[in-house]
């Protein structure tokens, strides 16, 4: 309805040309949205006041000629002036009607298109070190990356779905030199523990599976352990291999996987760490002070430059970030988001710096960061801190142990990244209307029991009858509903292009709401055979969104609640 009302309104502009009304050069964007007050019409356009100023008219008058000017359409019923010149649409019912067709043909295709054109596009999500559990931080991040992959999917783009970890440094040193401890006997209070080691009761798993010379299976390594307790390196080597084990169970168990794993080490061994920095003195933007090697990263818009090399000639870890990144320029992705935590704020502008500077031919501005804030987790209006397993954090495994899948990545991907969550179990866990995601799956569930009771009362659904019987849906509710669902598209859009998963989760709860007000206002199981099937209709087209959307969330729509 809405690319019909901007066709119109493109005819009504050539027409308005023709006439010298506006000038022919004119070619304004037409902005067309839905109507937030139903007395107002379905949809509304500002066009008559973006446009009076060149037409020489007040906004009234230009809207007045513009509703003169539009071509004839059974499309719509009825336009009105509003305000000081906004023109509104109200929809022929048919017309409107016709979105329950065109959502039963497409099925699962309805609101999936090809504006991607099958561009590349690599994201970067969760990228946890494997020093422990994954953290409900990393969950959020899961979740959001891994709806936003849907979503880009949905809109014909080549997604490539990365995990980047560091599997050297102090923190592994630290992971390695704690399990070897716990294999020696010693414990987190004993005098020979590490100062910085890892205190979680997984670190004694890993312990006991090393000295039991067990074989971990990662979806990146494959590593048998030696089972010596002095050997650091072997532990070291099977520590990693096992928690990135146990980091993808966690994942499996959240519906996330992997096409890509990346590692830090290999940056190293294959020359990419020196090749960059190397790259970066010859293109004259570092110098050297106090035995440090800088970057001038102040020429590219950082607030100050940045040691690349320290002066004991360990790279510092944003040079590492650098060429990763130029890692991936050349593998071809020249659109890349990285979803990523808050606290990684400050490495944005240095890590967009350092690639400038290589002179490469990358973009400014490039890659895309989508950042999201912290998660506390809450249990009859208390934080839930600790967990059993980490000892010292909540992890995602034990939200999806709580509260399901779903509820956990409905919840973690439903507000905006850049604001801070609460993760209310309690609420996670109810079956009310409170709870969004079980509000959402109920309606899909809903419109399920209203078709199993047709087929109980021998009047299953007749397609046929309904397809030609779809202008009886003139209720208000029905419009709005037919309305909503018309939107659908265009939200997965939008959605996409924002690299914003929270709006397929507003879009999912204002149509569960409109379609529960509709089916608590209007009787489906109707005498009249006509009606009732239109009505049927409406809620299996309700019903194929509502589970199109919610795949888009990852999150499946049951039948029965």
């Known amino acids: 309805m809405k690319d019909t009302i901007i066709a119109l309104l493109e005819g009504a ?15 304004p964007t037409i902005k067309v949205d839905p109507s937030r007050d139903k007395a107002h019409g379905d949809y509304a356009t500002n066009l008559a006041l973006a446009l009076a100023k060149p037409a020489g008219k007040t906004p009234r008058e230009l809207a007045e000629a513009l509703i003169a000017a539009l071509p004839e359409s059974d499309a719509v019923q009825k336009v009105e002036i509003a305000g000081p010149g906004f023109v509104n649409f109200f929809a022929a019912t048919d017309a409107a009607a016709q979105v329950v067709r065109q959502v039963l043909e497409a099925g699962d295709a309805f609101g999936r298109s090809l504006t991607g054109q099958g561009r590349k596009v690599q994201v970067e999500f969760v990228s946890a070190n494997p020093t422990g559990p994954l953290h409900v931080g990393h969950g959020r991040g899961a979740a959001i990356g891994d709806c936003l992959c849907r979503l880009l999917e949905a809109t014909g783009h080549d997604v490539t779905r990365e995990f980047y970890y560091n599997d050297a440094g102090a923190q592994i040193s630290n992971l390695a030199l704690s399990v070897q401890a716990r294999a020696k006997g010693i414990d987190p209070e004993d005098a020979g523990w590490p100062a910085d080691g890892y205190r979680g009761g997984y670190i004694i798993d890993v312990a006991n599976a090393y000295l039991a010379r ?3 299976h990662a979806d990146d390594r494959h590593v048998t352990a030696e089972g010596d307790p002095d050997d650091l390196d072997a532990i070291r080597d099977f520590a990693v291999a096992y928690l990135r084990r146990e980091q993808d169970l966690d994942l499996r168990a959240f519906g996330v996987a992997f096409d890509v794993y990346s590692l830090e080490s290999s940056l190293y061994r294959d020359g990419k760490v020196a090749a960059t ?13 106090e035995g440090a090697t800088w970057l001038r990263t102040t020429d590219f818009g950082d607030d100050k430059d940045r040691v ?7 790279y510092t870890y ?33 890590v967009r710096a350092g690639l400038q500077a290589l002179e490469a031919g990358i973009p400014e501005g490039w890659p895309d960061y989508v950042l999201h804030q912290m998660v506390m987790v809450t249990r009859s209006g208390v934080e839930v801190k600790l967990s059993k397993r980490a000892g010292s954090y909540v992890t995602v495994r034990d939200l999806i142990d709580e509260v399901g899948r779903d509820a956990t990545r409905f ?20 079956q009310s209307n409170d709870n969004p995601v079980y509000y959402v799956q109920y309606a899909h569930a809903r419109v399920c029991s209203m078709l199993r009771k047709a ?33 659908y598209p265009e939200v997965v859009e939008h959605a996409a292009a924002a690299r914003e998963p929270q709006q397929i989760a507003q879009y999912l709860l204002d149509l569960a709401a409109e379609f529960h007000t509709c089916y608590n206002a209007v009787k489906v199981m109707v005498e009249d055979d006509a009606r009732r099937n239109a009505r049927l209709a409406l809620g299996l087209a309700t019903r194929q969104v509502l589970r199109n959307g919610l795949d888009l969330m990852g999150v499946g729509a049951p039948e029965e609640m």
């Open 411 to 430: 919840f973690l991907a439903a507000r905006r990244a850049d604001s801070q969550l609460t993760f209310d179990i309690d609420l996670a866990r109810s």
């Open 214 to 216: 067990e074989t971990v």
């Open 455 to 487: 087929e109980a009362e021998g009047q299953p659904f007749d397609h046929a009858l309904a397809m030609e019987s779809l202008a009886l849906l003139d209720a208000d509710q029905e419009k709005t509903l037919l309305n909503r669902l018309a939107r």
């Open 13 to 27: 502009l050539d027409e308005l040309k023709r006439q010298g009304v506006l000038p022919p050069e004119l070619a």
């Open 308 to 314: 690349m090399r320290k002066s004991d000639g360990d």
């Open 277 to 289: 920095a190397a790259r970066l003195t010859e293109k004259g933007h570092t110098y050297e002070r």
């Open 318 to 350: 944003f040079l590492p970030d650098v060429a990763y990144h130029l890692d991936k320029w050349q593998r071809g992705f020249t659109t890349v988001i990285n979803e990523q935590g808050a606290d990684h704020h400050s490495t944005v502008t240095r």
